[in-house]
């Protein structure tokens, strides 16, 4: 049995900051108290002016095991999440193999998993061309949501699906109220002939802004024939904004998240030669970038997420410098708040307007607002602690993630995540995982 308190000046409770107590007993928030409150015999954690938020929640990672472990697995990736503040994830379809396209394969996948995970941990299934029949299979399962790609994943075994298959599982996407994810880029042969491999504003070219309008103009027409729920993941080009906008103000049913690397970086500050900054869509020009800061601030996006997506330095090309035949994907989930606390800071995002992208709306859109995603008593005790006044620079020797590459190695961030709890277990404590093993396995209702 767990049972302590948790003091804090600055709780975030019910969308703004209160000084309270929480008490923690059975794993879960058994009470709050108003101002400070010790009980007899009880533990009492006075966190003083830390900031104390709920746990976040990542609901788009890639983990890759089982059979591409070697790119990330989940004792790592769980670890990496615990000391960025991430309470839950939701691993994606790929890049595992077997992709989780079956319930075989979801069944292996959870197999894997057991007594490795350090936070709590659910599952997107796939689909595919050749998988069809078995949606509604993995649905009954328990996966959060059917991730699927409108161009090339990357991996052969994770092939695009068109309109004709969207509209064909349709039917078992609203009779489960799950939603489709869309990786919405809709490539097209108009594209510049490659000159110089090593060039980013060659790549950045041959993935323009109209891909990934025109995959969502799909999305959206998907969405408002069948009325399913459709969430486009990270979206990048500032040229969606409008198309997006006007069809959230007729449904709650169309959701879109971006995230932080395309809030962070900037087209202009990328060097050739320098694929570590890959993904997919790209990072692109400031310009864009700052329209997506806008939509941001004006409350566009439903929430943020990591799109973990790590690969070995031989997978990223990282000697050759190749940006097309390297892998595309940003390791960045250790990191999250502080990148964008830090970037947030810079254009007046309040904390008040960040922390509820990172756990409330994340909660919701997985149908977890029951017990995750706010400090309220009945709910998980999945816990964050910031200390908003710490400065850190991210080294290799601070990375938790299997490979240590990626493009936010050496960058000074503001804010510093000192203590989780993890279901009531605190897991980090002073930045240092102290307990292991602490993380459930998430399904669908």
Request: hydrophobic fraction near 35%; include cysteine; charge should be neutral.
């Amino acid at each position: 049995m767990t049972e302590f308190l948790i003091y804090s000046k600055l709780c975030f409770i019910d969308g703004k900051f209160i000084e309270a107590t929480l008490y923690i007993k059975n794993e879960k928030i058994h009470d709050i108290f108003k101002g400070r409150y010790p009980l007899a015999d009880v533990s009492f954690l006075d966190y003083n002016n830390l900031i104390v938020i709920p746990g976040i929640i990542d609901a788009h990672v890639h983990i890759n095991e089982p059979g591409r472990e070697h790119w990330e697995g989940f004792d790592t990736a769980t670890k990496a999440a615990a000391l960025g503040g991430v309470t839950t994830l939701i691993e994606m379809p790929l890049n595992a193999s077997p992709v989780t396209t079956t319930v075989d394969a979801f069944k292996l996948k959870q197999k894997v998993a057991f007594n490795k995970l350090h936070v709590n941990c659910g599952f997107y299934g796939g689909v595919i061309p050749s998988n069809i029949n078995s949606i509604e299979y993995l649905i009954n399962e328990g996966v959060f949501g059917i991730k699927g790609f409108l161009t090339h994943s990357g991996i052969d075994e994770f092939p695009n699906v068109t309109r004709e298959h969207l509209e064909t599982i349709a039917p078992i996407l609203k009779k489960y109220d799950v939603p489709l994810l869309l990786h919405c880029e809709l490539s097209d042969a108009n594209i510049p002939e490659v000159n110089n491999p090593k060039s980013y504003k060659e790549y950045l070219c041959s993935r323009p802004q109209r891909w990934e309008t025109n995959a969502i103009e799909l999305a959206i027409g998907i969405q408002q024939k069948f009325d399913i729920r459709v969430h486009i993941v990270h979206l990048s080009a500032s040229n969606g904004i409008q198309q997006i906008s006007q069809r959230k103000k007729e449904t709650t049913k169309l959701t879109v998240e971006t995230c932080p690397h395309y809030l962070f970086f900037n087209a202009e500050e990328i060097p050739d030669a320098a694929p570590i900054y890959k993904c997919a869509p790209p990072i692109r020009e400031k310009q864009n970038n700052d329209l997506l800061w806008d939509y941001f601030l004006n409350d566009g996006f439903n929430f943020l997420a990591s799109d973990h997506s790590p690969a070995p330095p031989n997978q990223k090309q990282l000697e050759s410098g190749d940006f097309f035949k390297a892998w595309g994907g940003i390791s960045g989930l250790q990191f999250t708040l502080p990148i964008l606390y830090t970037e947030g800071q810079k254009r007046g995002l309040p904390l008040e307007k960040l922390i509820p992208l990172l756990t409330k709306n994340p909660a919701s859109f997985l149908g977890l607002d029951h017990k995750k995603g706010l400090l309220k008593k009945g709910f998980d005790a999945d816990i964050t602690v910031l200390n908003d006044t710490q400065d850190i620079t991210i080294t290799e020797s601070s990375i938790q993630h299997r490979h240590k590459q990626t493009p936010y190695l050496g960058k000074k961030l503001k804010g510093k995540i000192e203590h989780v709890f993890v279901n009531g277990f605190q897991v980090i404590k002073d930045s240092k995982i102290v307990n292991e093993g602490k993380g459930m396995m998430l399904f669908r209702n």
